[in-house]
Structures are given as structure tokens and as C-alpha cells.
């Protein structure tokens, strides 16, 4: 019993909602919100494409049209999306490596006294779980890139011969 690639994409898709959710409400949430803007807007992005990637894995289940033209829409549409939330996600996690790092205070004082070993450690994890998700949404973009390129043609090949038999 093996998947098919749109049950693929849609695991792939859900894994990334919970990697976000893991990385919003564990590891991003370091300082107080007031001490960091940049934390805050890393945890919506997160919580943001954690929504976005529930909305289309579930669509796999709920959703189902018997027009190859609305599933071709509907593929486009996640690509579109797709480049959005690996965008937003890359942004977020650079202002949130710069945000976080106090670059500045450290130049004055030594940041180990400031956060515990277990803050310092939480920004690592989130940062390489948002580099685990973006690179889990720029797959999932491949393989629906893949599957449209490989629809189309199969379009353009079948309307080929429906031409050619209406001339007959």
C-alpha cells in the first residue's frame, strides 16, 4: 500500500505545520514581548504557515473537483503560497537571528548572565526549525512544480488528439 504523491505532499505538509507550532510556542518564546519584536513576528510566521499548511494537507481529504482545470488552479494557488511562506519564513528567521542576538550588549556585558542555557539553546533549535521548515516547504513546492509540469503535458498531449480525431 503506497501513497500517492498527493497524500506525500500532504503529510509533508502537515510534518511542517507541527515543526512550526513546536518552534512558535517552545522554542521561539525566549524574552518578554516587549524586549523583542523580532521573537513576536517570528512566532506568528510560524504559527501563520502552521495554518496555511493545515488548510491545504486537509484539502487532500475534504476537498475533491472532477475538473483537471480546478485541480491545476488549486495546484498553482499552493505554489503561489508556498513562495510566500518560505519567504516570510526566511525574513523572519534572519530578523530574528539579528533581533535576538544582542549584538550591541554584547559588546558591554557578557549575555551568559542575561539568559539561561536553555534560552540560549532555544534560539538555536528555533532557528534550525525554521531552516528544517523552509526547506520542507521549498520540497513540497518541487514536487507540486514536478506535477503540474507533468499534468500539463499530459493536457497538451491529449487535446493534440482530440484535434486531430475532430478533423477526421
Not at 491545476?72 to 525574513?91: D, E, G, S
Not at 506535477?147 to 487535446?159: C, P, S
Request: aromatic share 10%; charged share 15%.
Amino acid at each position: 500500500m503506497f501513497l500517492s504523491r498527493k497524500e506525500i505532499v500532504s503529510l509533508l505538509l502537515l510534518l511542517t505545520a507541527i515543526i512550526c507550532v513546536l518552534n512558535a510556542s517552545l522554542f521561539a518564546n525566549i524574552l518578554p514581548l516587549h524586549a523583542s519584536y523580532e521573537q513576536l513576528g517570528q512566532q506568528v510566521v510560524c504559527v501563520g504557515t502552521a495554518y496555511i499548511c493545515v488548510i491545504y494537507a486537509l484539502s487532500t481529504w475534504l476537498y475533491h473537483s472532477n475538473y483537471s482545470r480546478t485541480r491545476m488552479h488549486m495546484r498553482v494557488v499552493l505554489v503561489a503560497m508556498l513562495l510566500l511562506m518560505v519567504l516570510c519564513n526566511c525574513v523572519s528567521a534572519f530578523y530574528f537571528s539579528e533581533g535576538v542576538a544582542f549584538s550591541n550588549l554584547e559588546e558591554s556585558m557578557d549575555l551568559h548572565l542575561l539568559f539561561s542555557s536553555f534560552a540560549e539553546a532555544s534560539k538555536a533549535v528555533s532557528l534550525a526549525l525554521s531552516v528544517i521548515s523552509i526547506l520542507l516547504l521549498f520540497l513540497i513546492m518541487v514536487l507540486i512544480i514536478l506535477t503540474i509540469f507533468r499534468k500539463r503535458k499530459q493536457h497538451n498531449l491529449e487535446d493534440k488528439l482530440q484535434n486531430i480525431e475532430s478533423q477526421k
